[in-house]
């Protein structure tokens, strides 16, 4: 039987669906979901990830996952493999090791395994929270999902400068048009503190400030380009300060 087009159903046992996005690659958006989830955590909630990007699966590096292997399957279903707290689902689990050279209904089946093949929550341990780490641009995986998953909002990553300002806001126009609510822009690498108390921009200033505007959303925050951020994102630790993402919660709530 082939699977509906369109398929909006709840997740069983799954409270909310955010995704994360951004139009252009390497801006952060992985980062922003990890250490999203790290913050989620640390306020007691169940949260998982469904790591979007078939082709650069990200996720279990970040959550120091990446070599244990396939999910156990139970009862038809996967069972998501965790990561400090944070159950997680990605590509890299599924065929590890291998770089995904599919078609898009391959890349298609893939997303939807992912989505509701596998048990994110159940009625002892419901999940509050499922993010959605989203590949770079706006195609065929984006699609899926919003015909898949019943999102119920949105975060837009972007770094300042104009060129990733241009694909963020394609990104946010795709969600507006999927009427999935954008919950808020959020600028990383904003600013770069040099150890003499003074501080560059090297990717320039106010992108994030301009898409909010013309999105109608708020900028939530402006992360700022921290090394020891990335160190622990590469070696699959906590990151050494929540506070940035813990200030992002509030707009979950909504
Ligand atoms: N604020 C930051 N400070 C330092 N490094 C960062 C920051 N945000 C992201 N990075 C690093 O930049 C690289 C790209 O980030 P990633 O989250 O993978 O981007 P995306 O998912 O948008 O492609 C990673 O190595 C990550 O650790
Ligand atoms: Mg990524």
């Not at 699977?3 to 799954?14: C, F, K, Q, R, T």
């Not at 082709?55 to 120091?64: A, E, F, K, V």
């Not at 015909?147 to 300042?160: E, K, L, S």
């Not at 003499?196 to 380009?225: C, I, M, R, T, Y």
Request: charged share 15%.
């Amino acid at each position: 039987m082939k699977a509906p087009s369109i398929n909006h159903d709840p997740l069983p046992y799954v409270d909310k669906i955010i995704a994360i996005g951004s139009g252009k690659g390497g801006v952060g958006k992985s980062t922003v979901t990890s250490c999203l989830a790290h913050a989620l955590v640390a306020d007691g909630k169940r949260v998982g990830i469904l790591d979007a990007d078939v082709h650069g699966p990200s996720i279990p590096q970040m959550l120091g996952i990446a070599t244990v292997g396939q999910p156990e399957v139970k009862e038809e279903q996967m069972l998501p493999i965790m990561g400090h707290g944070i159950a997680t689902m990605s590509m890299a689990h599924l065929a590890p090791g291998k770089a995904a050279i599919w078609r898009g209904p391959m890349v298609t089946k893939a997303l939807v395994q992912m989505l509701r093949h596998v048990r994110w929550g159940t009625q002892d341990a419901p999940l509050d929270v499922l993010l959605i780490d989203l590949p770079p641009g706006t195609g065929d995986i984006h699609l899926t999902l919003l015909q898949q998953a019943p999102i119920d909002g949105a975060f837009v990553v972007t770094t300042p400068q104009p060129i990733a300002v241009i694909d963020a806001e394609k990104a946010a126009q795709l969600f507006l048009k999927a009427n999935i609510p954008l919950l808020g822009i959020i600028e990383n690498m904003s600013i770069l503190a040099l150890p003499d108390g003074g501080s560059l921009q090297p990717f320039g200033a106010g992108g994030g400030q301009q898409l909010a505007e013309k999105a109608h959303v708020p900028l939530l925050a402006q992360l700022p380009l921290d090394s020891e951020l990335r160190e622990a994102m590469d070696e699959g630790k906590q990151p050494p300060n929540l506070a940035p993402f813990e200030a992002l919660l509030p707009a979950l709530r909504g």
